[in-house]
C-alpha cells in the first residue's frame, strides 16, 4: 500500500497528472489490491498476469464497461511501469494483458441553429450570474475548452491585443487558442461588469456572485439548466459543448490538425472521431440535395 502512496505522488508532482486522474489511478490500485488478499493473499507488487485476467473476469461479471476495464488496465500498466523503472518489480505483469476492444461511442453534439439559439435568443438575466453563464456557455463553444480548462482561467490568460486566450490543459500543457472580435468585445463586457459589481481579489476570470473560484458542479448545473431550454438530448454536460465546437468547426472546413491543436488533444486519434459527425451531416445533406435522394 505505501508504494501506492508513492505511485500517487510520482503522478501529482513529477507527472503533475490532474487531481481527478489521480484519484482514479488510486482507486483502481486499491481496489486491485483489495482482490488480490482476498482471492491470492497477495498484494499488488507480487502480482502475476494470471491475477490481472482473474481481476478483470470478476469485473466484467460485475458489469463493468469495456471502457472503464481498460482505464483499470491503464493504471495498472502506469504503476508497474514505474515499479519496473524503479527497480521495485522484476517483471512488469501486465505485458501480457490485452485491453478490450472498445465500441466507438459518437459524441453527442448541439447543431449550429441550436446554438445560435441558445446564445441569441435566451434571455439571460440582467444580473451578475446571468452575464457571467452567457460568457461561459460562449466561451466553451467559442474555444472548445475543457470544464477543467474553463475554471481555471485567469484574467492575464486573455490577450486582447493578440485576440487569443492562453489555456493550461492535461498536465499543464499550455497551448493558444485565437478569440474572435465578436467574442472579445463580449468578454470585455462581462469583465467590466464583473469589476464594477463583484468583490474579488482572485486572479480568475470566473467566479461566483461571492467573488470566490468556480467548482465543476456549479459549472455543470448552469449549462445542464440552459442546454435544456434547447434540447431534449439526454447529455447536456459542459463537454457537449466541446463536441459541438469541433463538429461545426469540421464541417465547415476546418483543418483536422488544427482542430487537434485547439482542443488538446494528444493524438489525433481522439479528434478524428469528430469526423464521423460531420460524415452524418454529409449523409443528411447528400439525401436531401441528391435528385434521386430520399425526401
Do not use: C
Amino acid at each position: 500500500m505505501n508504494y501506492i502512496e508513492e505511485f500517487i505522488r510520482y503522478l501529482k508532482y513529477e507527472r503533475r497528472y490532474s487531481v481527478h486522474t489521480q484519484k482514479a489511478y488510486e482507486q483502481d490500485l486499491i481496489q486491485f489490491n483489495e482482490y488480490l488478499l482476498s482471492q491470492y493473499e497477495s498484494n499488488v507488487l507480487d502480482a502475476k498476469d494470471v491475477m490481472i485476467r482473474s481481476w478483470m473476469m470478476y469485473l466484467i461479471e460485475a458489469s463493468y464497461s469495456k471502457r472503464s476495464l481498460n482505464r483499470k488496465i491503464s493504471s495498472l500498466r502506469e504503476f508497474y511501469k514505474h515499479a519496473l523503472r524503479n527497480n521495485v518489480i522484476e517483471v512488469d505483469p501486465t505485458l501480457k494483458v490485452v485491453s478490450f476492444k472498445s465500441d466507438k461511442k459518437i459524441p453527442a453534439f448541439l447543431t449550429a441553429s441550436e446554438m445560435n439559439f441558445l446564445l441569441e435568443k435566451i434571455d439571460y438575466p440582467d444580473t451578475f450570474e446571468g452575464k457571467r453563464d452567457k460568457s461561459i456557455l460562449q466561451m466553451f463553444y467559442n474555444t472548445g475548452i475543457r470544464l477543467s480548462e474553463l475554471i481555471s482561467l485567469k484574467m492575464d490568460d486573455i490577450d486582447f491585443s493578440q485576440k487569443y486566450i492562453k489555456v493550461f490543459g492535461k498536465r499543464s500543457k499550455e497551448r493558444i487558442i485565437p478569440l474572435l472580435d465578436s467574442h472579445i468585445n463580449e468578454l470585455k463586457q462581462y469583465i467590466n461588469f464583473k469589476v464594477n459589481n463583484i468583490k474579488t481579489k482572485g486572479p480568475y476570470l470566473y467566479v461566483t456572485v461571492s467573488g470566490n473560484k468556480l467548482y465543476p458542479k456549479l459549472v455543470y448545473r448552469l449549462v445542464n439548466s440552459y442546454l435544456s431550454k434547447i434540447t431534449g438530448m439526454k447529455q447536456k454536460s459542459p463537454h457537449v459543448l466541446r463536441h459541438a465546437f469541433a463538429t461545426h468547426m469540421l464541417i465547415d472546413g476546418a483543418d483536422l490538425n488544427a482542430v487537434k491543436e485547439i482542443l488538446g488533444h494528444a493524438s489525433l486519434t481522439s479528434t478524428q472521431i469528430y469526423t464521423h459527425n460531420t460524415a452524418e451531416q454529409l449523409k443528411k445533406v447528400y439525401q436531401q440535395a441528391h435528385p434521386r435522394g430520399d425526401k
